[in-house]
């Protein structure tokens, strides 16, 4: 069973910067993908970032430009650069991963932007 530990979260006032990083559990090998998703107080659950196995990355608009998935091949970690952070960046972000077939979920690390 893999389990996905994220850390890195935390309160940042608008305009900061923070980074997110997210490591499995157990060695794993090639993962498919690896990507962030986030979830705000009464929102839906969205795609922030991912990297397919053949490093091409996707971001959702709100967050090109500011932010940058960092994905290590040889541990299988992924993390999030986030610069110039915003107050609508706040939510619960989680890491995903597709490995042999399965979706696998973090329990999620707090991000809030506020002065």
């Known amino acids: 069973q893999v389990q996905l530990v994220e850390s890195g979260g935390g309160l940042v006032p608008p305009g900061g910067s923070l980074r997110l990083s997210c490591v499995p559990s157990?060695?794993?090998?090639?993962?498919?993908?690896m990507g962030w998703y986030r979830q705000a107080p009464g929102k839906e659950r969205e795609l922030v970032a991912d990297?397919?196995?053949?490093?091409?990355?996707e971001y959702d608009d709100s967050v090109k430009g500011r932010f940058a998935i960092d994905r290590d091949y040889d541990r299988n970690t992924v993390d999030l650069q986030m610069n110039s952070l915003k107050p609508e960046d706040t939510a619960i972000y989680y890491c995903?991963?597709?490995?042999?077939?399965?979706?696998?979920w973090g329990r999620g690390t707090q991000v809030t932007i506020s002065s």
């Open positions: 995903n991963i597709l490995y042999q077939g399965i979706t696998y």
């Open positions: 990297t397919t196995v053949g490093g091409i990355a």
């Open positions: 157990v060695e794993i090998l090639q993962v498919d993908l």
